[in-house]
């Protein structure tokens, strides 16, 4: 295409005639009207002498025409696109025919680059579409060189592969002028021999490289590659790389002395080219994988196909011959004559052999003569009954096996006396009936084109077998086809049995055994199914609801596994009770159930059916004749594609809110909600602290509250509780930090950590005289160290390393210990009161099974609840369960501390009803160490006296 300009004049005409417009008007004795084209400047016209005017190169780098010439330069915003020099003087107009000129060869240069790229586009395009349009490797390579070389100068080109499977190198296209001994497109290279090629340490590099003659040597000095051929001016190789971004061979361009030097932009445009190139060869060999893996399915399928073929051909063929058994087994059952039942035979086998000639010879042993009931011959009469002779019928006779004889006239015509013509072939099998020997049957040809093989005698042999032997084999076909069906029947039924018991499994694999409900990965399927189709816009939004039973371990406790599966059963029924036809129930495992349900747009529908199970629960459940109530807590939360992005994030929070709902005291359900979310992060960051205060030396310590003497007022104990300074949160209350602790396994480490301390600060106490070595310690041991079996070791290193009388430690534990490990809790306790450390029930009064713990376990003190405590002077309930506390340890001879006493009032009616300790705000608060108020507890003595 060219430019308006162009079909006006070309560059060099409109160059001329500025020249001449010029020289009209001027004294110019010489001048020069020079053009960048390209990358090269072109002379376009010269007026005069213009050979001794400077060129263009010379006026860019700077050099003047000299004192009596000039040189202005065509620039069009800023862009040099030619130079005029002249020497002489110039026209005035000069200007105006100058600025023509520039919009001339802006016009030019605009078209070539149009031009320039038109071509590059064409042939980027060409490359692509290579793939699709050629078959081979080998028809496409040469092609592609040809495209190259339309835009720049590849006559030294070559492209290597790499075959990743083999690990081999080989070079499908190598085109080099210079090389005399280029590899052949056939060879291959392994890579112990690619080792120190250039080539492969291109590939290996993963770069491109653009190479000098200097620089290409010391590069292979460097590396210690061997550079094979004529050395290159210069050496330009990129890595190809296929849409997995794995290099799968090379492309390299070289240039030597006798080729015009590359400029930067071919190097560019080498570089951008080889990308296209790469695709385009990732595509083709990509094809002829998928052509080779064709190629051999092909391959395959025809041997399949073959072996097919020859199955079919043999299943033909025994079809035949099963045909053929039993039509002579229906022929035996006729009441043909023998000779009837003989042709009959002869036709069934002309049907499977060439056999038009036929005799069959029957041998009595009792007579010792020969005879020929049957004789199908066409030039020979029918035998006479003989005795045996030395024929061929004889011969199978005396060997018992069959005989197969073929163009030996002299053995096929034994007696010159014939007048028939000779055979060309003979075939005789024996006749059997079980182990005796009757007869033979025998066939014959006496044409050139019928000769008999191996396989006729098969065949002839199969029809042998069933002569003499028909009835029997009649029998025995009617007992296989009884045992067949019976085979069939009994197949039939153990693949509806294999159908049942594989139901079974997959049935088994996604429900629970117990309940028959779905299991966890069933419901976790469930939800993903739930949760991609809501993403994607095709399903209704939905809720998860996820349910705990509450006390369903003591159930299993106290009345029985059994007892917790029947719970477990009845708690299945009555939530889906609950639920709609088309909501998904599922039992998680132990006593967790999770619910999915569909069509819930807002959280109105999610709270009724959480209140509905809730108030399913409030009704009791007969147990092995017990009513047993077990509430249930539940949790719910509703899917949003805002703040969730995977499905298991939905049971997690569901989950979460579960537990919620059974920190605030079980039998409800809450919602899972941002705040919730807040504080769930929140408790992350809590643990990750925890962690950090427990390996830190200030931030967790012990505070301490005394124990008083009810009667003297003396101090005759401290409990150790745990206090987190935090550095930035301040002090974190235990209700905060310790069911974070429970629930991240930490709350051994921070009970060990506070018992170490107490102990410590203890011993400090004892070495300055503040406490006697009667003081009691009083300790909290959480559920979890009864699952270590070091605890008892544990302790007593402790006492011994800070060398304290044993009967000093008292070990507070709570109900939930003896609840979650009963067993293993009365072995630790054992070895506790061996070693001589004293036990003391926390919280006696507010569990479930108290007294029978104390039937069951052996402690030292009661520490009566609080709650009992508060209400003495406002509840004569309280006063009265306080009374029977005391009554009961004081018939078992147990210690009693009273928890919680805040009043006068409250010790007054304490020490009336003769509680021996106390504890409490009314004495002191729990302080640090270095906080004890030592001469107020010293005070209570006095009030207690002055009191009494």
């Avoid at 000129?101 to 038109?118: F, I, K, P």
């Avoid at 051929?229 to 890595?239: D, K, S, T």
């Avoid at 445009?269 to 998928?290: E, G, K, N, P, W």
């Avoid at 039993?326 to 059952?333: Q, T």
Wanted: charged share 20%.
């Amino acid at each position: 295409m060219k430019s308006t300009a162009d079909y006006l004049s070309t560059q060099q005409e409109a160059a001329r005639t500025a020249l001449e417009l010029i020289q009209r008007q001027g004294e110019t004795t010489a001048a020069a009207l020079w053009a960048l084209v390209g990358s090269s400047w072109q002379c376009l016209a010269t007026l005069g002498a213009a050979d001794s005017l400077p060129s263009a190169q010379a006026l860019s780098a700077g050099r003047l025409p000299g004192p009596d010439g000039a040189a202005l330069p065509l620039d069009l915003h800023g862009t040099t696109l030619g130079w005029l020099v002249w020497r002489g003087k110039i026209a005035d107009n000069a200007d105006a025919v100058l600025a023509l000129l520039v919009g001339h060869l802006h016009s030019a240069s605009l078209n070539s680059a149009q031009s320039q790229s038109r071509v590059m586009n064409e042939t980027l395009l060409e490359i692509s579409q290579l793939p699709g349009e050629c078959n081979t490797l080998d028809e496409m390579l040469p092609k592609l060189h040809r495209l190259l070389m339309r835009l720049m100068d590849a006559s030294n080109f070559y492209i290597a592969l790499f075959d990743e499977q083999g690990g081999q190198l080989y070079y499908p296209f190598y085109a080099d002028q210079q090389d005399p001994a280029p590899p052949s497109p056939e060879a291959v290279f392994s890579k112990e021999q690619t080792t120190r090629s250039l080539t492969a340490w291109l590939m290996r590099m993963g770069k491109p490289l653009v190479l000098t003659r200097q620089r290409l040597l010391e590069v292979c000095q460097q590396e210690q590659l061997v550079l094979e051929g004529p050395l290159p001016e210069l050496w330009m190789g990129v890595p190809l790389t296929n849409v997995s971004n794995a290099v799968i061979g090379a492309a390299v361009l070289q240039f030597y002395a006798n080729q015009a030097p590359c400029t930067s932009a071919e190097q560019a445009l080498f570089l951008f080219v080889t990308r296209h190139i790469a695709y385009a060869l990732d595509r083709m060999l990509y094809r002829s994988q998928l052509e080779r893996q064709v190629w051999l399915r092909t391959c395959e399928l025809e041997g399949v196909n073959a072996r097919l073929r020859s199955e079919i051909s043999d299943r033909q063929r025994a079809e035949r011959f099963q045909d053929v058994l039993f039509r002579i087994a229906d022929l035996s059952n006729t009441s043909l004559s023998l000779e009837a039942f003989l042709a009959g035979v002869h036709r069934l086998l002309m049907e499977l052999v060439a056999g038009r000639n036929c005799q069959v010879a029957l041998y009595d042993m009792n007579s010792d003569m020969l005879s020929f009931p049957y004789c199908a011959d066409d030039f020979q009469q029918v035998s006479q009954t003989r005795r045996p002779g030395r024929g061929l019928v004889e011969q199978v006779l005396h060997s018992g096996r069959p005989l197969l004889l073929d163009r030996t006239p002299a053995q096929l015509n034994p007696t010159e006396e014939s007048t028939a013509p000779p055979m060309c072939s003979w075939l005789g099998v024996p006749l059997y009936c079980g182990h005796e020997l009757l007869g033979v049957l025998s066939v014959h040809s006496y044409q050139n084109d019928v000769i008999y093989s191996y396989r006729d005698q098969e065949v002839l042999e199969f029809v042998a077998n069933n002569i003499g032997t028909a009835l029997a084999r009649v029998r025995a076909m009617h007992d296989l086809q009884n045992a067949y069906a019976e085979l069939e029947e009994r197949v039939r039924e153990r693949t509806s049995e294999l159908d049942a018991v594989n139901a079974q499994l997959e049935f088994d694999s996604l429900h629970d055994p117990l309940t028959k409900l779905p299991n966890r990965n069933y419901f976790a399927k469930t939800l993903r199914r739930a949760w991609d189709s809501y993403l994607s816009g095709n399903g209704a939004r939905f809720s998860v609801i996820f349910i705990d039973l509450d006390r369903f371990k003591l159930v299993n406790d106290t009345l029985g596994h059994l007892a917790g599966d029947h719970l477990l059963f009845e708690a299945g029924a009555r939530i889906r009770s609950c639920l709609r036809h088309y909501d998904f129930l599922a039992r998680l495992g132990g006593d967790e159930f999770a619910i999915l349900l569909f069509g819930t747009e807002t959280l109105d529908g999610c709270e009724m059916i959480a209140r509905r199970i809730v108030s399913e629960f409030e009704r009791p459940v007969i147990l092995a004749g017990r009513e047993v109530f077990s509430t249930a807590s539940v949790g719910v939360v509703l899917a949003d594609r805002d703040h969730y992005h995977k499905a298991e994030e939905l049971l997690r929070d569901a989950d979460h809110a579960m537990y919620c709902t059974k920190q605030q005291g079980r039998q409800g359900y809450t919602v899972f909600n941002h705040q919730l979310r807040i504080n769930q992060a929140d408790q992350l960051a809590l643990e990750s602290e925890l962690r950090r205060a427990l390996d830190a030396e200030d931030q967790l310590q012990p505070f301490f509250q005394p124990f008083i003497d009810a009667r003297s007022g003396e101090l005759v104990g401290f409990e150790s509780l745990v206090r987190w300074r935090h550095p930035q949160r301040g002090l974190i209350s235990p209700a905060l930090f310790l069911p974070v602790a429970e629930e991240s396994g930490l709350i051994t480490r921070v009970d060990r950590y506070m018992i170490n301390a107490a102990c410590r600060q203890l011993r400090q106490w004892l070495d300055a005289g503040l406490v006697g070595s009667d003081i009691a310690l009083h300790l909290n041991l959480s559920s979890a160290n009864f699952h270590d079996p070091e605890l008892v070791s544990w302790v007593r290193s402790i006492i011994e390393g800070y060398q304290l009388p044993a009967a000093i430690l008292h070990l507070e534990i709570t109900e939930s210990a003896l609840i979650d490990v009963p067993e293993i809790a009365a072995t630790v306790m054992h070895a506790l009161h061996q070693l001589g450390v004293k036990l003391a029930l926390d919280d006696f009064g507010t569990g479930y099974s108290a007294l029978s713990y104390l039937h069951r376990y052996r402690f030292d003190v009661l520490k009566i609840d609080q709650s009992f405590v508060f209400d003495l002077d406002r509840k004569e309930e309280s006063v009265a369960i306080v009374r029977a506390i005391l009554a009961l340890a004081q018939a078992l001879g147990l210690d009693v501390v009273a928890e919680g006493v805040e009043t006068a009032a409250q010790l007054a009616r304490l020490q009336e009803m003769g509680c021996a300790k106390l504890q409490g705000y009314y004495f002191a608060t729990p302080s640090p160490a270095e906080a004890i108020d030592w001469e107020r507890l010293a005070r209570f003595v006095q009030e207690f006296r002055r009191a009494a």
